[in-house]
């Protein structure tokens, strides 16, 4: 099984910044996407940030130019560095790992959630 362990979070002014921190452990498949969702009161959960098993960088819309995403494959862990925060980036925020092996399905896991609150 796989594990996720986040870390911060926490309340914020608008303006303001923080970071979050995933680590992962347990039998991984070595060519894996990790990231971050989200999920306000309400609302479905959405891709934040990720960098896929190519080495690719997704990020939502709403949060390019603010938010950046780094990763240390060999660690298994993923950091999310948030800044200019605003008070619509209020949420529970998920890290996520995925992968696919061959001749089977994609495999999601999650992390406990972290909550982020940012004040006007």
């Known amino acids: 099984q796989v594990s996720l362990v986040e870390s911060g979070g926490g309340l914020v002014q608008a303006g303001g910044s923080l970071r979050l921190s995933c680590a992962a452990s347990?039998?991984?498949?070595?060519?894996?996407?990790m990231g971050w969702y989200r999920q306000a009161p309400g609302n479905q959960r959405e891709l934040v940030a990720a960098?896929?098993?190519?080495?690719?960088?997704m990020y939502a819309d709403s949060v390019k130019g603010r938010f950046t995403i780094s990763r240390d494959p060999a660690a298994n862990t993923v950091d999310l560095q948030m800044n200019i925060l605003k008070p619509e980036d209020t949420a529970v925020y998920f890290c996520?790992?995925?992968?696919?092996?061959?001749?089977?399905?994609?495999?999601?896991?999650w992390g406990q959630g972290t909550q982020v609150t940012v004040s006007s």
């Open positions: 347990g039998t991984i498949w070595r060519f894996n996407s």
């Open positions: 960098i896929d098993e190519d080495g690719r960088f």
């Open positions: 996520n790992l995925n992968y696919m092996k061959p001749f089977d399905t994609r495999r999601h896991f």
